[in-house]
């Protein structure tokens, strides 16, 4: 870990050196020296920061927060009228992150003794591009990255994309397989490897995974040339990012440092807080789950909450900490080593958890696939609320507090409810809407986007109504839909004045769906 601190630091000294800063003829922001070893590290903690603010994303508009009292100016958040100014903060860290990847990859092509490195960018890359996907349908994709050599790059249709994703993942996997059968070691990559540690046999089980839920989202509206899978299979353990977080400046676990408290104390964002849609999957409104509850709420189940749009008095107010850091100890200075979803300052960042494979696995059995799965959509489903009680019961350092095995066993057989066990759904469409209503929750402030693409895609966790604890949709929506929510968010407005001629035009936020969405 000493080395990928030092790797980033040199990183960082190499972009903003004063001597390349002074001299009109060189680009500080391009430099042309810096080995893949040094940008593999920088890149994937960069990339903790971008999915960070896709959670962020994810949480205010798929149901998981609303705003908190004492604050106003919430404005198209809560009447969901975007403009090409909301959330544009995706599109340009996405592309800056995926030119890191992008440059990895022109590094380490032909380079033998670089081939891990390169099928983690790989393998990265095709990540990064399924959340530009996924939050904005067609995106420049074999145009982009390409510097000052395509400043205005043309958008591919979304459903196309999706296939080209998988084929790099593919290839990513071919990579490591060669490499592991010329014996080649891992060992070069292991001090630069923050998510696994040099464990190539986990990157192929991530590259399955994203695979398997790019085919399990464009199932039905896109063309895979190839719907095998590696026999290594699927990720059984959560892909965690950590770079070597600590509380200091700009070192802190990102989702810490936006919720909880800075590295000085002061406290974190307290402007949103959970919703009363989310809490009714914890606090016996539609599922008594007070294990994961406790875990992850401060005062469950006294914890505040509130629907989205609603302005008017009484509404709780957000601790120092929020709600979302269940820690007795308030001191910023010092606040951490808890559970749930914020867990403290030097705890690793979601990558993609374990959770959320077994439940992309359970449904790709529903569906009757042949994957590289040991078990039945039963077990599987089961196995994917285990982890998410593993995930959430886990402190930063890698412990568990508490037996998640017993734990999720006590909560089915307390829950006489097909939503949680996958017994009681007698058909195909219930047993999904359990799958996805599992996944939900699992995701709840963990990868909040992931959950707000699953409800678009399939229409689950069930919302109906107006009240807030059968709807997530905002009490003050402008959206024309059924369900009073929006589809999508808009183009920046960057793409939109220096690409207008590709960006696609009128984008609706109520009318415009992602190429896989209901």
């Given amino acids: ?22 001299n009109i003829n060189t680009n500080p922001n391009k430099p042309t020296s ?15 920061l971008v999915l960070n603010q896709y959670n962020n994303y994810g949480m205010q508009i798929g149901g998981y927060a609303a705003n ?32 890191d990847y992008q440059y990895i990859l022109n590094q380490t092509d032909g ?58 993942l593919d290839a990513a996997i071919t990579t490591i397989n060669t490499g592991l059968a010329a014996a080649v070691a891992p060992d070069p990559i292991t001090d630069f490897d923050i998510i696994f540690k040099g464990n190539m046999t986990n990157w192929i089980k991530l590259a399955n995974t994203i695979k398997l839920r790019l085919l399990i989202r464009g199932n039905g509206k896109a063309t895979f040339p190839n719907a095998t899978f590696d026999p290594t299979g699927f990720l059984t ?15 802190q676990n990102p989702a810490w440092n936006t919720w909880a408290f800075a590295y000085t104390g002061s406290a974190g964002n307290k402007a949103w807080i959970p919703t009363t849609f989310i809490m009714t999957f914890y606090n016996a409104t539609k599922i008594n789950d007070p294990v994961r509850g406790a875990a992850t709420y401060y005062q469950f189940p006294a914890t505040g909450t509130n629907q989205l749009g609603y302005e008017s008095t009484g509404i709780p107010k957000s601790p120092d900490g929020s ?50 799965a040991a078990g039945t959509a039963n077990s599987l489903y089961d196995a994917g609320i285990t982890a ?19 734990a999720a066993a006590n909560y089915q057989t307390a829950n006489n409810n097909r939503l ?65 929510l929006p589809s999508r968010i808009l183009y920046p407005t960057s793409e939109i004045q220096y690409n207008p001629t590709n960006v696609p035009q009128g984008t609706s936020p109520f009318t415009s769906l992602i190429f896989w969405a209901k």
């Fill in 1 to 22: 870990m000493k080395k990928t601190l030092i790797a980033l630091a040199v990183v960082m000294a190499i972009a903003t050196s004063c001597d390349d800063y002074l």
């Fill in 34 to 48: 810096v080995s893949a070893d040094l940008v593999l590290p920088q890149a994937i903690a960069a990339t903790a």
């Fill in 68 to 99: 908190a009292g004492g604050y106003g100016g919430f404005n198209e958040t809560v009447s969901y009228a975007y403009t090409p100014n909301n959330y544009s903060n995706l599109w340009s860290n996405s592309y800056d992150n995926l030119e």
């Fill in 111 to 168: 380079d033998d003794a670089k081939v891990y490195f390169n099928a983690a960018a790989r393998i990265m890359k095709a990540y990064g591009f399924q959340l530009l996907v996924d939050a904005y349908d067609d995106i420049p994709y074999t145009d982009a990255l390409q510097g000052a050599e395509l400043l205005v790059p043309t958008y591919e249709d979304a459903a196309a994309i999706y296939p080209k994703l998988a084929a790099e």
């Fill in 237 to 251: 353990t959560d892909a965690i990012i950590n770079p070597g977080y600590a509380r200091d400046n700009n070192r």
């Fill in 323 to 372: 709600f979302w850091y269940p820690g007795a100890n308030r001191v910023g200075t010092s606040a951490g080593n808890a559970t749930g979803v914020l867990k403290g300052p030097n705890a690793g960042y979601p990558l993609l958890i374990a959770a959320e494979s077994y439940f992309l696995q359970a449904e790709a059995l529903l569906n009757g696939w042949t994957i590289p």
């Fill in 388 to 406: 998410s009680f593993r995930y959430i019961m886990t402190l930063p350092d890698g412990t568990v507090s508490g037996n998640p095995t017993t």
């Fill in 420 to 484: 949680v066990r996958y017994s009681l759904a007698t058909t195909n469409a219930e047993r999904l809407e359990a799958i996805i209503t599992q996944k939900y929750i699992a995701l709840n402030m963990v990868n909040s986007q992931e959950g707000w693409n699953e409800y678009r895609r399939t229409g689950y966790p069930t919302v109906s109504g107006s009240s807030p604890t059968s709807t997530f949709a905002s009490s003050a929506s402008q959206s024309t839909r059924p369900d009073r």
